[in-house]
């Protein structure tokens, strides 16, 4: 089984700073990597996924990750955070081989301050 | 509107009450998922049904049974539950054809007295 380790818990920012989110995982086998977000009171929503292809992955709202085959990370980024930007963030793989299991990490909590 | 409905949104049980919680998805995909979401901690899967047909419980307590009708819809029985069992509970759906991710619903946040 896969683990995902996100060793940011909480990650105080001010608005329109730049900001990386840490995720790395634990197997470099065959893998899809994605990050969510989750606003307050709500469902996760998908940020940006890696499936194959070039390793920067951009998403909405301005997010990008890189995927880091050697360091088995998923680092996110955005070069300018907006105070909308404060949220919890997840960083999910997923094992294809294995019934499309996911595993997620224990999330980071990005506050962004005006 | 996420393509994934779960109801309700709030639920507060006694240990002995008997309740549901219900997911409805119109999305088109074929498989569905139960995962617990608490402080802290990675979310926690409890049951996925592929095709309809359950294929993860992830040593889940008994307390707690799924059910899936058909592949729009997915419900999780509770029963006797524990004040432990308070958490945020997300349903999610995905095609299992497609390399593609998970679509949540926004959780049914349960509290147990």
């Known amino acids: 089984a896969q683990s995902v380790t996100q060793l940011d818990s909480q990650v105080p920012v001010f608005e329109e700073a730049p900001v990386e989110l840490r995720c790395n995982y634990s197997s470099s086998v065959s893998v899809y990597l994605f990050w969510y977000v989750q606003y307050p009171n709500q469902g996760l929503q998908l940020l940006l996924k890696?499936?194959?292809?070039?390793?920067l992955v951009k998403g909405i709202n301005g997010f990008e990750a890189e995927f880091n085959k050697s360091q088995t990370s998923f680092h996110l980024r955005k070069p300018s955070v907006h105070i909308s930007d404060t949220a919890e963030y997840f960083c999910a793989v997923s094992d294809l081989g294995a019934g499309n299991q996911f595993y997620f990490g224990t999330g980071t909590s990005l506050t962004v301050i005006p | 509107e996420t393509g994934v409905t779960q109801t309700p949104r709030h639920l507060v049980m006694g240990m002995t009450n008997k309740k549901s919680l219900k997911c409805e998805q119109h999305?088109?995909?074929?498989?569905m998922y139960w995962y617990k979401q608490s402080a802290k901690k990675p979310l926690e899967l409890m049951f996925v049904?592929?095709?309809?047909?359950?294929?993860e419980n992830n040593s889940v307590p008994s307390r707690f049974s799924p059910e899936c009708p058909n592949s729009s819809h997915l419900f999780l029985h509770l029963h006797t539950l524990q004040p432990e069992d308070s958490a945020l509970y997300l349903c999610?759906?995905?095609?299992?054809?497609?390399?593609?991710?998970?679509?949540f619903g926004e959780g049914s946040r349960l509290t147990v007295l």
């Open positions: 999305l088109g995909h074929n498989a």
């Open positions: 999610a759906s995905s095609h299992l054809a497609e390399a593609g991710e998970l679509f």
């Open positions: 049904y592929s095709l309809e047909e359950r294929v």
């Open positions: 890696y499936l194959s292809g070039s390793t």
